[in-house]
């Protein structure tokens, strides 16, 4: 009796405490469900309360458990992502893929692995986004997960699409869409619709484009999607603007404008749009409104690179509405951003080519290790895979070859970059406006403004590409000279001699090959001169090569180098050499330097002719 009185006072009390224990649990297990599903309702409404509804949840819920912990970052990671506040979400992201790790969870891993690369692509980490894609990639192979299969490829689509490798993205996106064809994830069909949509803008095919983005709006209108809608309405409208169709342009840039308004979200892409097509228009007061809205915007995500390119519009149009202050104060806006960007710029362009490798290399890692599998697996295949690895040993040495030589180029476009635009000329030009600015002479100002910033632009854009047009090169060399012209007080006079051939224009030539010896003939030659001097260009055709000669009646390069202490060569010479050496057309070995003497041998200046061969 003493045993059973015994197990009944300890039994039945322990039964109410576990009874009351668990009870709570369960309650609080339904709230926590119950609260996830009202953020997934907010998540495309009213963001900003999905968040803060999160952060109370994670501070309400007591005994929440490791898992629930893992699934509120994960969700306010994705909230901050769709919000395009990347570091934040990289943040959450990071926290949540660490708890599903611990927890085994390689499926919801796997997820926050997607979209940590997704933010880390958008903040131009390349390096870090190809990891954690890759990372993801080998994880849904080993679920053996469509879903999460297809969002890996669509992630590797995105990255490649950044590294301008257009083939390796089709490769990715059609897999995505392959494995997503007979899925019903409206959303993830409506990302792979967009994706798919770009490339086909790359390649100008613009009926294909909209044909893809309609069906891409269509279902983004039936899931009740705003901010999907939003991204969808903006897209058509770029696209009808590289069609040429600007009032249906308008009409879905404004759309996207007013679904931004409706769900309080900050976007400067459509107001960037309709600024451009009022600016193709000649509508100055609509564009300038446009324009001043986006920079607004823009200014306010610390987004210097589209700030600059909205404050080069502003300039133009202050210049077209003849309000010189305002053009002369968006140029200074202007100049202090580009400072700023600069910097990240050019480190940027040097690691461009760098980043690529590494991506490729840790591809050609994955397909080894496959192979290696591969062999584990079926010993009968053996002869093949050396034959194989043979090849990629050989496609990669001769792929490394080719990255070296793109290194190369990438490096020496820094250095043409730097000894094109240097602070010493820029500031001097600078100084030069602003002195005519206050003589009172607006219109002329406001005319060598518009000359400058043309000029930096110029110098900006045609750096990264391997071959402009003779007529771009020609234009850019004019703008240059005037300025020169101003900063000298026309002390020179400048000649250009051309053949009057149209197709000579049109032919392609490396970009600013001249501009180097057109600064040696003035800034070593006729900056010496008061008055009096002549700067002469001559382009003529010479069979299948271009003909080019800079002469110049300075005080001669000789007397200058034993002046300045130089040797064999002036300013840029050495890296103009070296980019003729590239071609690999034998043109540096036309290069010739040729000291102008008068009867008493007394130098009278200096000629440069050198050939391009374009065939």
């Not at 109370?56 to 898992?67: G, H, V």
């Not at 708890?99 to 390096?127: G, H, K, W």
Request: charged share 25%; net charge positive.
């Amino acid at each position: 009796m003493n045993y059973s009185l015994l197990f009944k006072l300890f039994f039945y009390p322990l039964i109410v405490l576990v009874f009351f224990s668990c009870s709570p649990s369960k309650k609080e297990a339904k709230e926590f469900t119950e609260t996830i599903n009202a953020i997934d309702s907010l998540t495309q409404k009213d963001a900003l309360k999905a968040i803060s509804l999160l952060d109370s949840t994670q501070l309400n819920f007591s005994n929440i458990t490791p898992e629930q912990e893992a699934l509120l970052y994960f969700k306010k990671g994705e909230l901050y992502y769709i919000n395009n506040l990347y570091t934040e979400a990289i943040t959450e992201q990071q926290n949540a893929s660490d708890l599903f790790l611990n927890q085994q969870d390689i499926y919801n891993n796997t997820r926050s692995l997607i979209t940590l690369s997704a933010a880390n692509l958008r903040l131009e980490n390349v390096e870090k986004a190809q990891e954690y894609a890759l990372e993801a990639l080998h994880n849904a192979e080993k679920l053996n997960n469509k879903r999460l299969l297809a969002k890996a490829n669509n992630q590797l689509f995105q990255l490649h699409y950044t590294l301008e490798d257009y083939p390796k993205a089709m490769q990715f996106i059609q897999e995505a869409n392959h494995i997503f064809s007979d899925q019903k994830d409206t959303v993830s069909i409506i990302s792979i619709n967009n994706n798919i949509a770009a490339l086909y803008l790359k390649e100008k095919e613009f009926n294909k484009a909209l044909t893809t983005y309609q069906e891409s709006l269509k279902l983004g209108q039936h899931i009740k999607a705003p901010q999907t809608i939003v991204k969808i309405l903006n897209n058509i409208g770029y696209t009808y603007i590289e069609a040429k169709k600007y009032a249906l342009a308008i009409k879905f840039l404004k759309g996207a404008i007013q679904v931004n308004k409706n769900i309080s979200a900050i976007n400067g892409a459509p107001h960037k749009g309709l600024g451009y097509v009022y600016f193709i228009q000649n509508d100055i007061l609509n564009s300038q409104e446009s324009y001043t809205e986006a920079l607004r915007i823009y200014k306010q995500d610390k987004n210097i690179p589209e700030q600059i390119q909205i404050l080069d519009k502003l300039i133009t149009l202050a210049i077209k509405a003849e309000d010189s202050s305002q053009a002369l104060y968006y140029q200074i806006l202007r100049d202090e951003l580009q400072v700023t960007h600069q910097a990240k710029e050019k480190e940027r362009l040097l690691h461009f080519a760098t980043i690529k490798y590494k991506a490729k290399k840790k591809e050609v890692d994955l397909a080894y290790q496959k192979q290696l599998n591969i062999k584990n697996n079926w010993l009968y295949g053996i002869l093949v895979l050396v034959l194989l690895l043979l090849l990629i040993l050989v496609a990669t040495y001769f792929y490394a070859s080719k990255l070296k030589a793109a290194n190369k180029a990438s490096a020496l476009e820094q250095r043409v970059l730097r000894a094109q635009m240097n602070p010493h000329f820029i500031f001097n030009t600078l100084a030069a406006i602003q002195n005519i600015t206050l003589d009172r002479d607006p219109l002329k100002a406001s005319n060598y403004i518009s000359k400058f910033s043309k000029l930096i632009r110029q110098n900006f854009d045609y750096v990264r590409k391997e071959e402009i047009s003779l007529e771009q090169e020609i234009s850019m060399l004019e703008n240059y000279i005037e300025t020169q012209q101003l900063r000298f007080h026309h002390s020179f006079t400048y000649t250009l001699i051309l053949e009057d051939d149209a197709a000579l224009r049109n032919l392609k030539v490396p970009p600013m090959l001249l501009q180097p010896f057109l600064e040696n003939a003035i800034e070593y030659g006729l900056k010496e001169r008061p008055s009096g001097g002549l700067l002469e260009v001559q382009i003529k055709k010479e069979n299948n090569a271009l003909y080019f000669m800079i002469t110049d009646n300075g005080t001669g390069r000789s007397n200058q180098a034993k002046r300045l202490q130089h040797t064999t060569e002036l300013h840029a010479t050495g890296i103009f050499l070296e980019r003729l050496k590239l071609r690999k057309k034998g043109e540096e070995k036309t290069f010739a330097i040729e000291d102008l003497h008068d009867v008493n041998g007394q130098a009278i200046g200096t000629k440069v002719s050198f050939k391009i061969y374009y065939t």
